[in-house]
């Protein structure tokens, strides 16, 4: 009996649909209201650190002297608090993924 089991799995598995997204040449469509990452439009932000102030896991850093902003996109747990905060409104949440990181620490700079 549980040949037939594995034979209908395996008859399933050759000339049924794939289980997962072909992701790099069909990109995934993503959900209303989908939380993905932080975007900022550093051209309006004033620089002000609420955001910073704001943020549980302290993944940005506003430098408001040289005017750099950065995330650290390990320790960002993408809560939207920031962009709540900001009176700005200069930071919002994208849909989709973060670029990528390839070590701790290494942090994403903005400058106006």
């Known amino acids: 009996m549980p ?15 794939p289980a997962t997204l072909m992701y790099p040449a069909v990109p995934r469509e993503y959900v209303e209201g989908s939380r993905g990452h932080i975007e ?5 932000c004033s620089f002000c650190s609420l955001c910073q102030r704001k943020c549980p896991t302290e ?4 430098d408001r002297e040289t005017k750099i ?12 608090f ?3 905060a900001c009176p700005k409104k200069c930071l ?4 989709g993924y973060s670029p990528a990181v390839t070590s701790p620490g290494e942090t994403e700079e903005h400058h106006a």
Request: net charge positive.
């Open 69 to 80: 902003w950065k995330i650290d996109r390990l320790r960002c747990i993408a809560c939207n």
């Open 82 to 84: 920031c962009a709540e």
């Open 3 to 17: 040949f037939f089991t594995i034979s209908k799995t395996i008859l399933r598995s050759l000339f049924g649909r």
């Open 59 to 62: 993944a940005l850093s506003v």
């Open 92 to 95: 919002s949440m994208a849909t």
């Open 40 to 44: 900022i439009a550093v051209e309006s």
